[in-house]
């Protein structure tokens, strides 16, 4: 755990300490065990939330704005009509954190008639399924650390693999959840027939 702990060191000058509390605060809460096609989807829309960028710390049950401009996506406070002069780039979805930290989605409803959304999320949802498809332990592949992120996206993805690793071992208990392959839940996803992002969408 302490190397765990010195590891989400980050670029706001928090000692240790500091980080220990973060981390607590952005402990998950309320993890429940999720059919598979929900967790793979939490699993997929978080991380693309958590890839984007935004300065601030996400608070629960709060609405963020989910925008993509030149190649990047942006995480921002400010609803799309809001904005004036600036051009925060094209609106994607409203995001709100929950409580096991998990991210859930209002996505526009116009999205895909923007032909470079529609790309980036299927370049998004490919990589995702190349990752998690095979037979390695899935629990492996969660974002207990990310060198690449930011201090507050780090802290974020800490918390979501936490939240994912709980609830497969309240669904499947502790030793099966740890030798869970990847391919086996994406199977189950398979079987549904279900689109990954759908089974996040906040209505």
């Known amino acids: 755990m302490t190397q765990q702990i010195q590891k989400v060191s980050n670029p706001q000058g928090k000692g240790v300490v500091g980080v220990i509390e973060d981390l607590r605060a952005c402990a998950p809460s309320q993890v429940q065990a999720k059919a598979s096609h929900q967790w793979l989807a939490d699993y997929f829309t978080s991380t693309l939330v958590l890839s984007a960028k935004y300065g601030f710390k996400p608070v629960i049950g709060k609405d963020y704005y989910l925008y993509y401009k030149n190649q990047e ?87 979501l693999a936490r939240s994912l690793k709980q609830s497969l071992e309240i669904k499947l208990g502790k030793e099966k959840s740890l030798s869970l392959a990847g391919t086996a839940l994406v199977a189950e996803l398979a079987s549904v027939n279900k689109p990954l992002l759908e089974a996040s969408i906040k209505y």
């Open 73 to 159: 996506w942006k995480l921002s406070l400010i609803e799309p009509q809001a904005w004036k002069t600036h051009d925060p780039g094209v609106f994607f979805a409203e995001c709100e954190l929950n409580k096991d930290m998990s991210w859930s989605l209002i996505l526009s409803p116009d999205w895909q008639k923007h032909s470079t959304l529609v790309n980036a999320i299927n370049e998004l949802e490919q990589a995702f399924f190349n990752c998690v498809n095979d037979s390695k332990p899935i629990v492996d592949k969660l974002p207990f650390f990310k060198q690449h992120l930011s201090y507050y996206q780090r802290l974020g993805a800490n918390a």
